[in-house]
Nanobody
Framework: VQLVESGGGSAQAGGSLRLSCVVS????????MGWLRQGPGKEREFVADISWSSTTVYADSVKGRFTISRDSAKNTVYLQMDSLKPEDKAFYYC?????????????????WGKGHKVTVSS
């Protein structure tokens, strides 16, 4: 199983970036997909999740600014990041999980990408 992130990089505050994650080695349609991030000196935190049926969940810190989507024909999940803030600077990880989200809208992820750096300058 491989999850390969791309598309990050640098942007100024208020700008936009789009992350992509191409998945191989599993049946993409059976998995919920998530994006998580880890900023400098911080613990890893949840960003967004999309189910196999494309229902979405977002962290409060990114709600209204970030959009997660998936393309089953391309085995790819995206994270569109708009109105970026300096605090969005982090390594962003793509993850895949077979289990359903629990009552707290949390999902256990089984597979992870290696991470992709996003820098936001003020």
């Amino acid at each position: 199983v491989q999850l390969v992130e791309s598309g990050g990089g640098s942007a100024q505050a208020g700008g936009s970036l789009r992350l992509s994650c191409v998945v191989s080695g599993l049946t993409f349609a059976y998995y919920g997909m998530g994006w998580l991030r880890q900023g400098p000196g911080k613990e890893r935190e949840f960003v967004a999740d999309i189910s196999w049926s494309s229902t979405t969940v977002y962290a409060d810190s990114v709600k209204g600014r970030f959009t997660i989507s998936r393309d089953s024909a391309k085995n790819t999940v995206y994270l569109q990041m708009d109105s970026l803030k300096p605090e969005d600077k982090a390594f962003y990880y793509c993850a895949a999980g077979r289990t359903l989200r629990d009552d707290n809208n949390s999902r256990k992820y089984d597979y992870w990408g290696k991470g992709h750096k996003v820098t936001v300058s003020s």
